[in-house]
């Protein structure tokens, strides 16, 4: 099943490499230094107007210009965002790593602590692609 993952980081050489080992795989991949792509990042008040999930799977660091992963991830479940919680994992380089860990399991989400292994990517991307549906819709992000 191909998948539709966003993948989100300041960093040009992490976004490279998840998007290669992602359309190794097969997946269609949207790679954005910013989540533009998320009218949640940019306004405060906004609820999530999309009927469907934008992606199957986030990927996203926790370091970003106006707020960390965690808090996009946060203001996505108080703003209705489609998107499975389970389905988002978060890339950290941060020194409160056992804070970072219990604010992830508290959202429902997935952290891992960089540098990471490529495997672990993988691995996490093939665990989330046996739980989706593949009759789901996917919003047209176009």
């Known amino acids: 099943m191909k998948l539709r993952i966003i993948v989100l980081d300041m960093d040009e050489s992490i976004r490279t490499l998840i998007t290669l080992i992602a359309q190794k795989k097969g997946h269609e991949v949207i790679a954005l230094s910013e989540p533009t792509v998320c009218p949640l990042y940019s306004d405060l008040d906004c609820c999530c107007s999309q009927e469907n999930a934008c992606g199957d ?8 210009a106006k707020m960390s992963g965690l808090k996009l991830i946060e203001k996505q479940l108080d703003g209705g965002c489609k998107g499975a919680s389970q389905n988002k994992l978060v890339l950290s380089t941060s020194a409160r790593e056992n804070e970072d860990f219990s604010f992830a399991r508290e959202l429902g989400c997935k952290l891992i602590m960089e540098p990471f292994k490529v ?7 093939d665990e989330c692609e046996k739980k989706i549906d593949p009759k789901r819709k996917l919003a047209d992000l176009h």
């Open 57 to 64: 799977l986030m990927i996203i660091s926790n370091r970003m």
């Open 119 to 125: 495997s672990a990517i993988s691995e996490w991307i």
